[in-house]
Every structure is written in C-alpha cells, then in structure tokens.
C-alpha cells in the first residue's frame, strides 16, 4: 500500500519536499472492518490549510502521517455484513491506494451507485464540491428567477456546480474564470449566458467595467471562491440587499497577501455576506445530492476533470491546483 505523508510544514509556498512517499502493509481485518481500494483521490484547497500549524476552522494535519482526503473506490474484502467486495463506497481514505474503514463509524463510508455516475463524480460534482455549490446558492444566496448571479472560480469544481445550480432556477448566471478556454467551456458546455476572463483585466476598475457589461441588470447575489480583486469589483457592482456567499478565499492559501476589502462598499449597497463550512451542514446533504445526482445523471451536467496519475503525482498535481493549473475536479486516478 503506496502512501503520501505530510513530514514537514510549509514556509511561505508549499512544495514537494512537505511529502513523502511510503510502502506499509495493510493491516488483516477486525470484525466490523472493510478494505478498500481507492480508485480515484481528491484533491482540494482546503487541504492546504490543514497542512499549517495555525488556527483555522479545520484541525491540522498531523506530520508523518497519511494526508487527509476524500477517496471512491471498490470494497476488496469485508468483515461488515454491510459491504460485500464489489461495491463502491465514498470516504475519507487519505492519499493512500488502500484503507481500512471501520464499517460501523456514521459518516466514514458511504456506499454510490456507479450505473447512472461515474465514480470519480461522488468526490466532485455529485460529493462535497457539489454540496458546497448547494449550499452556498441555495441557502445564503437564496437567488430569485430573473436574479444576476455572479460565481469565480467558475470553471472549477464548486463554480461550476454553482452556475448550474442557478440556471436551473431561472437566474443570468455570469462566471469568472482564468483564461479562454475556460470561459468556453463555462459558456458554451455548462450553459452560463456569460463568462469573463480576469486575467485580460488587471486592475479593479477595468474588472468592474467588465462586470457593468456583463450584468446589465447589477448583480444580485456572488459566490466567491477566490478572494481579492475578483470581490472587490463586484462589491462596486453589487445591487441593494445583494448577497455574498463566501466560500472560499483561494488566492490566499499558500501565504500570498489579499487586498482588503472596503467595508463602506457593504454598507452602501447594504449586503450580506456570510461565510460557510459545508461539513457543518449535513442536513443538506440528502437535499443538495439528490439535486446534482439528478443533473449529472441525466447528462445535463457535465462536470470536467483534470485527472493526474499513479499515488506518487498527487503532491505535484495538489500543488498545480494551488496555483490554479487544474480545469475542474482535480483527482488522482489510483487504478488503471
Ligand atoms: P477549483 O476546482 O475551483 O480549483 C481552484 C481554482 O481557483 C483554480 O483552478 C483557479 O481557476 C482558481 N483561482 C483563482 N485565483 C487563484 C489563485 N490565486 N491561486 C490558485 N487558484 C486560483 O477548486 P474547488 O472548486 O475545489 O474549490 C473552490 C473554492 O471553494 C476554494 O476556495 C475552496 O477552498 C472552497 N471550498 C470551500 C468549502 C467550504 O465548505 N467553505 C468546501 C469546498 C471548497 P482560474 O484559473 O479560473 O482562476
């Protein structure tokens, strides 16, 4: 069993040398326990948090040990009258080819159904990515038919899932995204009626005159992923009694400084904005994934991957997601 391990933490900019790749043994099963293997590992941005020592709304990661992370894969052999070898599961596996589960634990394993989805879509669009679209549009943002909803991040895991969700109930749904190509596709595949490319406009007021041709109508509610000038020039385009569901800060993660906000912006357009953790609302969960199930199921939803192979290329491909290199869901593929 091939395993990453977190054994140092990173100064500034995390790279390569904070893991390490390790061989051990899967240990025989206990009663009530399930072997898996892990076909496909998640990679997100909340990971890098957990790599720090410092305060933060999830428990550090603790050195020379398997990181943490979500994981599908196929039960091998079961000691649980619930799971027999064959059946596909959802967990928190760790970025490891095998793990032990505790089939009693609430929550631990999840068992999905891969005739409608593929496999890979519970860790994205139909798993915890999607539920944090959900969640964030459906009950901060709470966007009204005919509402302008802005997402950045768009081509991403969770920004795509957002824009979708929101077309779904009526809203002009405009993303923010990092270059041509994902524009297109945020445009032309998921279906947002507009996409602007930051990177074409490097400074706020030019970002905030894109965003005035995009958003006729001003904007109603955003999810922001990013952090820094992305937020700032929709806060200057941003209608009364506007929401902001704010989920993520991105471009902040790896130790970069992020421009402040100017609260005098929130009063004047007298705006919500309201942070979130998904884990912290699991009474959702059956509500938001039935929903995606539903959209990726039927093929109106086409979430896109950027799949990295083989247990060792998952500290490099983590890293090309820090830096915004992935095009939707990153994931290691662990079975050929
Ligand atoms: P994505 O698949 O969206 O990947 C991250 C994307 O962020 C990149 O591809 C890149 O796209 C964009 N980005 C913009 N600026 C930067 C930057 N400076 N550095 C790196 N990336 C940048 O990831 P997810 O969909 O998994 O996550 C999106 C956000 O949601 C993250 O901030 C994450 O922390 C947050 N999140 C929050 C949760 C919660 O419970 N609150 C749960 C899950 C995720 P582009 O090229 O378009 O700029």
Request: hydrophobic content about 40%.
């Given at each position: 069993n091939r395993q990453i391990w977190l054994v140092s933490r990173p100064q500034g900019e995390a790279n390569v040398d904070n893991f390490r790749l390790v061989e051990s043994e899967t240990p025989p099963l206990a009663e009530g326990q399930v072997l898996v293997r892990h076909h496909y590992l998640s990679l997100d941005p909340y990971m890098r948090g957990r790599?720090?020592?410092?305060?933060?709304?999830a428990e550090p990661q603790p050195l020379n040990q398997v990181m943490i992370g979500g994981t599908v894969g196929q039960v091998?052999?079961?000691?649980?009258?619930?799971y027999v070898p064959g059946d596909w599961v959802v967990g928190m596996?760790?970025?490891?080819e095998y793990s032990v589960v505790?089939?009693?634990?609430?929550?631990l394993l999840r068992k999905v159904d891969v005739s409608r989805i593929p496999p890979s879509h519970y860790l994205g669009a139909v798993g915890m990515p999607g539920v944090t679209a959900w969640y964030g549009l459906v009950?901060?943002?709470e966007p009204r038919a005919g509402q302008t909803i802005t997402v950045s991040a768009a081509a991403g895991a969770v920004g795509s899932a957002v824009g979708v969700l929101a077309k779904q109930r009526g809203c002009r749904v405009v993303g923010i995204a990092g270059g041509p190509d994902k524009c297109a596709y945020v445009r032309?595949?998921?279906?947002?009626d507009d996409c602007i490319d930051?990177?074409?406009?490097?400074d706020l007021r030019a970002l905030a005159s894109a965003l005035k041709a995009a958003c006729p109508n001003g904007i109603d509610g955003h999810f922001e992923n990013v952090g820094g000038t992305v937020l700032d020039a929709v806060m200057l385009r941003a209608n009364a009694f506007s929401r902001v569901?704010?989920?993520?800060?991105?471009?902040?993660?790896?130790?970069q400084p992020l421009p402040m906000l100017n609260p005098a912006l929130i009063l004047i357009s007298r705006m919500r904005i309201e942070g979130f953790i998904v884990?912290?609302?699991?009474?959702v969960w059956p509500q938001a994934l039935a929903e995606l199930s539903e959209l990726v199921g039927s093929g109106r939803f086409r979430p896109r991957e950027t799949v990295a192979h083989g247990i060792e290329s998952a500290p490099e491909a983590f890293l090309g997601l820090l830096k915004g290199r992935n095009f939707g869901k990153q994931l290691v593929k662990l079975v050929d």
């Amino acid at each position: 069993n091939r395993q990453i391990w977190l054994v140092s933490r990173p100064q500034g900019e995390a790279n390569v040398d904070n893991f390490r790749l390790v061989e051990s043994e899967t240990p025989p099963l206990a009663e009530g326990q399930v072997l898996v293997r892990h076909h496909y590992l998640s990679l997100d941005p909340y990971m890098r948090g957990r790599m720090n020592e410092g305060k933060s709304y999830a428990e550090p990661q603790p050195l020379n040990q398997v990181m943490i992370g979500g994981t599908v894969g196929q039960v091998v052999e079961s000691r649980h009258p619930r799971y027999v070898p064959g059946d596909w599961v959802v967990g928190m596996g760790g970025w490891q080819e095998y793990s032990v589960v505790d089939g009693n634990a609430a929550g631990l394993l999840r068992k999905v159904d891969v005739s409608r989805i593929p496999p890979s879509h519970y860790l994205g669009a139909v798993g915890m990515p999607g539920v944090t679209a959900w969640y964030g549009l459906v009950k901060i943002i709470e966007p009204r038919a005919g509402q302008t909803i802005t997402v950045s991040a768009a081509a991403g895991a969770v920004g795509s899932a957002v824009g979708v969700l929101a077309k779904q109930r009526g809203c002009r749904v405009v993303g923010i995204a990092g270059g041509p190509d994902k524009c297109a596709y945020v445009r032309d595949e998921l279906g947002f009626d507009d996409c602007i490319d930051y990177r074409q406009y490097p400074d706020l007021r030019a970002l905030a005159s894109a965003l005035k041709a995009a958003c006729p109508n001003g904007i109603d509610g955003h999810f922001e992923n990013v952090g820094g000038t992305v937020l700032d020039a929709v806060m200057l385009r941003a209608n009364a009694f506007s929401r902001v569901a704010l989920c993520g800060m991105i471009a902040g993660y790896d130790g970069q400084p992020l421009p402040m906000l100017n609260p005098a912006l929130i009063l004047i357009s007298r705006m919500r904005i309201e942070g979130f953790i998904v884990s912290e609302h699991m009474e959702v969960w059956p509500q938001a994934l039935a929903e995606l199930s539903e959209l990726v199921g039927s093929g109106r939803f086409r979430p896109r991957e950027t799949v990295a192979h083989g247990i060792e290329s998952a500290p490099e491909a983590f890293l090309g997601l820090l830096k915004g290199r992935n095009f939707g869901k990153q994931l290691v593929k662990l079975v050929d």
